[in-house]
């Protein structure tokens, strides 16, 4: 087993049977519930344990998470995960996450994550942190680890282009829709961490198998068995519906880089057009026996291209 220094560690656990999905491996939306746990253990290290009680004044909300997905988590794998600030302000902070797996120590995915500290009832309202929070985390600062730092998403503000109406001219897919329910919700109501993830890998199977056809056929050695594997992804946060509001998610491919499709998702409200959230996933295509990706060989490009949406983005 693995020594981790006590300091840093945040979250410990492993991979259940019913957290890993037909590509056999643990699903995105359950990293992102550990990332979650991890955050809440963190503060609670950095002096703030009742930041995410129900009577909490105040809390903090997840601006942006960038995860580098880097191997697979399988079924029953032991898993540690450590937590340090990498920068702080007046009222934000920056996180960066590691997942390992406590018997080897191999790094399963890293999480950037950037959140703003607001009044509990009012996710607009900027709350200043107390007393030396800022002094507390300034002493425990890390830089960013290399693995950490964005390959294929980038790192610039964003200024979003969703919107309802460009999401049906540009013949974005509707590939998932709902309501908001109590047990997708966090303890003040709003939209839980994992919800937006978990709806894109519910429905992604209305998009992407068409694309996996194709690369899987001009594949050097053609799988028996493809499928898909996320291996980077950004999630831009600019409102949290909460317990009862409609939201539906939008999805397109964007670009082909390398061995990688980067598919961009919008979720917004379908009835007013508030805009909830962008997302941009790089994903590979999967060989499921020889586990490993199937490279998109140029004749494959050739056909994917043309179901690229010219102009898709954040």
């Given amino acids: 087993m693995t020594a981790v220094n006590p300091k840093n560690e945040v979250w410990r656990g492993g991979v259940n049977t019913w957290e890993c999905d037909d590509m056999g491996h643990m699903n995105t939306r359950f990293y992102v519930q550990r990332a979650g746990e991890g955050i809440q253990m963190l503060f609670a290290r950095l002096g703030l344990p009742g930041l995410f009680g129900v009577e909490a004044m105040s809390t903090v909300l997840v601006e942006e998470m960038h995860i580098r997905f880097h191997r697979e988590a399988l079924v029953s794998t032991p898993l540690y995960m450590t937590g340090a600030a990498t920068g702080v302000n007046e009222t934000g902070i920056d996180l960066v996450l590691s997942l390992h797996d406590l018997t080897s120590d191999e790094c399963k995915a890293t999480f950037r994550v950037r959140l703003r500290h607001v009044d509990s009832r009012d996710e607009a309202a900027?709350?200043?942190?107390p007393g030396d929070f800022i002094e507390r985390a300034r002493e425990r600062l890390e830089p960013l680890p290399e693995n950490a730092r964005p390959r294929s998403t980038g790192s610039d503000p964003?200024?979003?282009v969703a919107d309802p109406q460009k999401a049906e001219q540009m013949g974005m897919v509707r590939l998932a829709m709902g309501v908001i329910g109590p047990d997708r919700a966090d303890i003040f109501g709003r939209m839980a961490l994992n919800s937006f993830i978990g709806s894109v890998s519910d429905g992604i199977?209305?998009?992407?198998?068409?694309y996996r056809a194709i690369v899987a056929e001009h594949a050097p050695e053609p799988p028996q068995r493809v499928g898909g594997a996320v291996v980077e992804t950004r999630v831009?946060?600019?409102?949290?519906?909460?317990?009862g509001d409609a939201y539906e998610i939008r999805s397109g491919l964007a670009f082909l880089e390398g061995p990688t499709m980067s598919l961009v998702h919008w979720m917004f409200d379908p009835v007013t057009g508030r805009h909830f959230g962008s997302m941009q996933s790089v994903a590979v295509t999967f060989d499921l026996d020889r586990r490993k990706l199937v490279p998109i060989t140029d004749t494959a490009r050739a056909e994917l291209q043309p179901l690229?949406?010219?102009g898709l983005g954040l």
Avoid at 205 to 210: C, G, Q
């Fill in 126 to 129: 900027l709350v200043a942190w």
């Fill in 158 to 160: 964003v200024e979003t």
């Fill in 205 to 210: 199977r209305s998009l992407t198998p068409a």
């Fill in 236 to 243: 831009v946060h600019t409102a949290w519906p909460r317990v």
């Fill in 308 to 310: 690229c949406v010219a």
